[in-house]
């Protein structure tokens, strides 16, 4: 993903340069999407534009069928109907091959009884392209970087949650989504999360998360795009901000 040639994109302030995109990170277009379960309808008539190099924000409550909204846009989940298409520029990708899943409660999650070592070590192991610089460079940028003994049931919510999407950018793919990022914060913890996120979005990170709700205006979190789901329906209020 980083990249070392002509053409690559200015540093925004304050990012490290080992993590910044050369492109201009993954778009992701839903048209008309929808998907059925045992118990019936996920969701359906979901049209949502998930831009490159920027933060959307999928929200609802619970049984609004976000996480499954998530992992479909993400490749992860079968559809019934609609369409994803993803591109890097002009190129159409597999959205699966082309981004990484920090959390997706409650299958994908960190475990709390490893140290941070060991989760290092583990993504290391299993994740072709996992770079610890990349990983060093994401933690400076998120403000987490938790001592390597560590063990992670015991860092405080905010730092787990950032630790995890440190790991999912240590992958090098052009898209990281992460789910819940509300769960167990409020507050001035949550805004600082939903900053930081924006930040990685400015390093040319397209970033994807769920929530109960958006960031309140007032927070001032730069937005691409968000759309709130209505339980066991549709996107129902979908809403852009520049």
Request: net charge positive.
């Amino acid at each position: 993903m980083p990249g070392d040639g002509g053409g690559a994109r200015q540093v925004p302030p304050g990012v490290p340069t080992a993590l910044v995109n050369d492109g201009e990170g993954l778009e992701i277009e839903a048209r008309g999407l929808r998907a059925r379960g045992p118990l019936g309808t996920v969701f359906k008539g979901v049209d949502l534009l998930v831009r490159p190099a920027g933060l959307t924000v999928v929200a609802g409550q619970g049984g609004t069928g976000r996480t499954s909204l998530l992992l479909a846009l993400g490749g992860r989940f079968r559809t019934s109907g609609g369409t994803i298409t993803a591109r890097l520029g002009d190129t159409p990708v597999d959205p699966l091959r082309h981004s990484a899943l920090a959390r997706a409660t409650p299958g994908v999650a960190l475990v709390p009884q490893w140290t941070v070592h060991e989760h290092r070590a583990e993504r290391a192991a299993t994740t072709r392209t996992f770079s610890t610089a990349t990983l060093e460079a994401a933690g400076e940028l998120l403000d987490c970087a938790p001592p390597a003994r560590t063990v992670v049931g015991r860092l405080p919510a905010r730092d787990r949650l950032l630790f995890a999407v440190a790991l999912a950018v240590a992958a090098r793919r052009p898209a990281v989504l992460v789910d819940d990022v509300d769960a167990g914060l409020g507050g001035t913890d949550l805004r600082e999360v939903w900053l930081r996120l924006a930040r990685l979005a400015g390093a040319g990170i397209t970033v994807l998360a769920t929530a109960a709700a958006p960031p309140p205006p007032d927070w001032a979190v730069p937005l691409a795009a968000y759309t709130t789901l209505s339980p066991r329906t549709a996107a129902a209020d979908a809403a852009r901000r520049p």
